[in-house]
């Protein structure tokens, strides 16, 4: 597992959401003794949301892995990077309005050929 997971972010409250995700993830690196394992685009304002990158290292998420251990796998979501998201979602989903997130790549690749 190496390399980078890029989420794209939609979010009515730019800076609610940012400080959220930024806050959560430093918990994150805290416990695991991460540094410099994310990374937040600046926002684009479009039709009444923000639109940003987070870009979080594997290695961060695979530290999270091994640290909850068997309740990680209990998390909704095909695969690691779909478990993280819904992990992240949980952890913030009290401290920021509305907002949603996805895998970068998968969008583009979406199956619908939009993106």
Known sequence: MDGKININVSAVDYDKTSKALTHQLS?????????????????????????FVLSVNRSLIEKLTDMMGPDFEKLK???TEKKFLTWLTKNIENKSPRFKLAIKEEMESSKFGIF
């Open 27 to 51: 918990l994150l690196e805290e416990m695991v003794h991460g540094q410099e394992d994310f990374v937040m685009t600046d926002s684009e304002f479009a039709f009444g949301w923000h639109f």
């Open 77 to 79: 979501g095909k695969g």
